[in-house]
């Protein structure tokens, strides 16, 4: 076991690691941020049935909820300078760092995921909470920022946060175009050194650390935003 596992060789390899836990970091953040921007634009096309757009975005959730995230990360690699080279006669596979296709593929794939969310949250407040904002006054609008909004946001967040769980582990995916993340360090370290064990077992003690602080972050902020519990505290 010492042989195969050697505890001296595993502390050896956290530094060099963690530094590439930024990539992952990084792919979380912009599919996130950016994820979240274009589901709520796809949301509002669904919701409003805009012509041409509607047929199109249906298509479009129905593909990337239907493929597997490995699937979509080649074919934006791999597709995406097929597309885009002979019209504007670039070379993109060259001149963008693989990190860009990697950024693309996991924008579009939140875009589509959490626009289902979204939709299903909104669809999800009985219309009636619509009809008792505009029976007191409120604007369409205002019905749907202050009641519609935050009623939706309370049955969006146990599906988003499990979305965001699996995100982070789909982050450790880019690996596969050319990313260097701390997954593929790992194995670049397990082929120079003829040691592998060491760094995958520090890489998963990783991403279990990042999965359970997360579902703690979200099971917390569920658990404030539940009016239930606190109409039962306060009794």
């Known amino acids: 076991m010492g042989d195969l596992f050697s505890s001296e060789r595993f502390l050896d390899n956290i ?3 963690l530094p590439y836990l930024l990539v992952n970091l990084k792919v979380l953040f912009f599919a996130t941020i950016f994820g979240v921007l274009l589901a709520l634009l796809i ?16 298509v479009y959730i129905s593909f990337m909820r239907g ?3 490995l699937v979509q990360l080649m074919l934006i690699y791999y597709g995406l300078p097929a597309l885009i080279d002979p019209v504007l006669g670039t070379n993109i596979s060259r001149e963008w760092p693989p990190i860009l296709f990697a ?3 996991f924008i579009l794939n939140q875009g589509a995921f959490l626009s289902s969310i979204f939709y299903g949250a909104i669809k999800g407040v009985p219309t009636g909470q619509f009809e008792a904002g505009l029976s007191v006054g ?6 749907f920022r202050r009641i519609i909004v935050p009623l939706a946001i309370r049955i ?3 599906p988003f946060g499990s979305d965001f769980i ?3 582990h789909n982050a450790s995916l880019v690996y596969v175009i050319g990313v260097v993340d701390i997954l593929g360090r790992a194995k670049s370290i397990g082929s120079a050194s003829g040691h592998v064990l060491e760094a995958y077992v520090f890489t998963a003690i990783v991403f279990i650390v990042f999965s359970l602080s997360a579902r703690g972050i ?8 539940d009016y239930s519990n606190k109409k039962a505290r306060s009794k």
Do not use: D, E, S
């Not at 096309?45 to 975005?57: E, T």
């Not at 409120?138 to 019905?143: A, G, M, N």
């Not at 979200?218 to 935003?225: A, I, Q, S, V």
């Open 218 to 225: 979200f099971g917390l902020w569920g658990h404030k935003l």
């Open 138 to 143: 409120l604007t369409r609008l205002q019905t």
């Open 43 to 58: 949301t509002a096309v669904r919701m409003n049935k805009i012509p041409v757009l509607y047929q199109f975005i249906l």
């Open 15 to 17: 530094p060099k690691l």
């Open 166 to 168: 699996g995100l982070i």
């Open 156 to 158: 969006a967040l146990p």
């Open 103 to 105: 950024y693309t593929t």
């Open 67 to 69: 493929t597997p995230m």
